[in-house]
């Protein structure tokens, strides 16, 4: 079955430190990819997605995630995180054959120390 | 532009007791619509997907139904409550089965 992984559950970052999320999935066909947040009394919200092109797509408030394939990751990065980053992040993994899946990780807490 | 709305925002109900969760969207046509569950460190469980007027997919076997008896409207419902089925309760549309999935509020719902 497929699933999606995220390691880090919990992280605490102080401002202007770099900032990776990891994200792996298990599935060996094609697949959309997504990254969404949720900040805190706010709706889930799409941060970024991969479909195809490009493996380094670029999201809003500078955020970017790289598609590695051959290692089935789809790993956030911001180069310096501010305060108002402080959120959930969820990792989503949608398959484009056979039934319906649209699976999403277990979610990283980001907490950014000001 | 689209919106999506769920009610109640939070939700007291004793065990044993019906549940009814709405959700609506505005602003598109036949969208797919969706049930979630999100949990504190499980993510977000998908209970309930459909991709129209009546049409129903379970994702999970559970004590709660869905039903979509018009174009945009959602409802998640159960005849009697669980304490289990205590959680927070997200309604999302998209376009596609696969494409970006747009959120609801939630509803918060504690079962006691």
């Known amino acids: 079955a497929q699933s999606v992984s995220q390691h880090n559950h919990h992280v605490i970052l102080s401002e202007a430190a770099s900032l990776e999320l990891g994200c792996n999935y298990s599935?060996?066909?094609?697949?959309?990819l997504f990254w969404y947040v949720q900040y805190p009394g706010q709706h889930l919200q799409l941060l970024l997605k991969?479909?195809?092109?490009?493996?380094l797509v670029k999201g809003i408030k500078g955020f970017e995630a790289e598609f590695i394939k051959s290692k089935f990751s789809f790993n956030l990065r911001k180069p310096s995180v501010q305060w108002s980053d402080t959120a959930e992040y969820f990792c989503?993994?949608?398959?484009?054959?056979?039934?319906?899946?649209?699976?999403f990780g277990t979610g990283t807490r980001l907490k950014v120390l000001a | 532009s689209q919106t999506i709305h769920q009610w109640p925002a939070t939700l007291v109900q004793p065990v044993g007791s019906p549940l009814s969760l709405e959700c609506t969207v505005e602003?598109?046509?036949?969208?797919?619509l969706y049930w979630y569950r999100q949990a504190a460190g499980r993510g977000l469980q998908l209970l309930f997907y459909?991709?129209?007027?009546?049409?129903i997919s379970s994702e999970v076997p559970q004590n709660l139904s869905a039903s979509r008896p018009q174009d945009r409207q959602f409802i998640l419902s159960s005849k009697k409550l669980l304490l289990s089925d205590s959680g927070f309760y997200l309604c999302?549309?998209?376009?596609?089965?696969?494409?970006?999935?747009?959120f609801g509020p939630g509803t918060r719902l504690l079962v006691l």
């Open positions: 999302a549309w998209g376009t596609g089965g696969f494409e970006t999935q747009y």
């Open positions: 599935y060996g066909g094609t697949v959309n």
């Open positions: 991969y479909f195809s092109g490009d493996p």
């Open positions: 989503a993994v949608s398959s484009l054959s056979g039934t319906y899946n649209y699976i």
């Open positions: 602003g598109t046509s036949n969208p797919n």
């Open positions: 459909s991709v129209g007027i009546g049409q």
